[in-house]
């Protein structure tokens, strides 16, 4: 039932603020038409379609790793009960903002679109001021020395080339 829960918490809550961030607003400023590519080259496009292309996936699989692993949802009213420290939370420590961050960023320069590249700066600054200001003490008080090792070896924005891995705990079997 506590899976089901997270899992119903975690698809709201990924309607309401990715849905809305990363889509209903770029939207509104772009209405999805097309401007001449950056620097006149239609290859920009194309790194466009990339970062999109790997946002969404690992935006998914984000939200469904706080549902299924740790019993819970990415926003603060719903906050998991497991540190998730699986996927690309071995990458880097942010990846649903990071994610967030490139779709819009992705959406900026595939529709040639300057505004949305603002946009997603100024989101990031949000993210990052959200993150250092709240999130990283809140989680530091919930889950100690477990969240400490993970902060020391995983970035907060940059993904580590290869993945970490926390070390097993004496008390798993």
């Known amino acids: 039932m506590q899976k089901t829960i997270a899992v119903l918490g975690s698809a709201l809550f990924f309607a309401v603020a990715p849905s809305v961030l990363a889509g209903l607003i770029p939207w509104s400023i772009t209405l999805w038409q097309f401007r001449p590519p950056f620097f006149d080259l239609q290859a920009t496009r194309a790194v466009g379609m990339l970062l999109i292309a790997a946002g969404l996936p690992g935006l998914i699989d984000s939200f469904g790793r706080f549902a299924l692993q740790g019993l ?3 926003a603060p009213i719903a906050p998991p ?9 071995r990458y880097v420590r942010n990846p649903i903002y990071v994610a967030v961050v490139a779709i819009i960023l992705g959406q ?19 993210f990052h001021g959200f993150v250092v200001a709240y999130e990283e003490p809140v989680l530091a008080e919930s889950f100690g020395a477990q969240y400490e ?7 907060r924005w940059i993904p580590r080339l290869t993945p970490w891995r926390a070390a097993r705990s004496r008390d798993a079997s």
């Open 72 to 74: 819970g949802t990415p």
């Open 81 to 89: 009960q497991n540190l998730v420290v699986t996927g690309l939370y």
């Open 108 to 126: 900026g320069i595939l529709f040639g679109d300057g505004r949305l590249l603002i946009y997603g700066g100024l989101l990031w600054l949000a």
């Open 149 to 155: 090792d993970f902060r020391a070896n995983v970035p």
